[in-house]
């Protein structure tokens, strides 16, 4: 083998590599799944799909006719609270 048929299959193996590490960069591996390989980017046209609807709602209005409940106040007041305070002022 001479100096020129060397260099060539370098250069050829450098390019061959460097392609198929560009082609990688478009996919990506499933780190659960070895072996599984998924696009980068997946694009989807609908440019020449026709999509037909209407616009649904309630006929009608709604009301909500519940009145606000009354509940008992969860503050009791104590009996003896005006005494207690005569109490605690005495012992200042």
């Known amino acids: 083998m001479n100096a020129k048929s060397v260099a060539g299959a370098l250069l050829v193996g450098t390019l061959l590599s460097a392609t198929t590490a560009f082609a990688q960069d478009d996919v990506v591996t499933d780190a659960e799944n070895p ?3 998924y696009k980068k980017e997946t694009v989807y046209d609908f ?3 026709v ?3 209407s ?3 309630p006929e009608g209005e709604y009301l909500d006719s ?3 409940a009354r509940h008992s106040s969860l503050i009791k007041i104590r009996e003896s609270f005006v005494p ?3 109490k605690s002022a005495e012992d200042l």
């Open 35 to 37: 072996g599984v390989v």
């Open 47 to 49: 440019e020449e799909d």
């Open 51 to 53: 999509v037909e609807g």
């Open 55 to 57: 616009f649904v709602r």
């Open 66 to 68: 519940r009145r606000a």
């Open 84 to 86: 207690e305070m005569l």
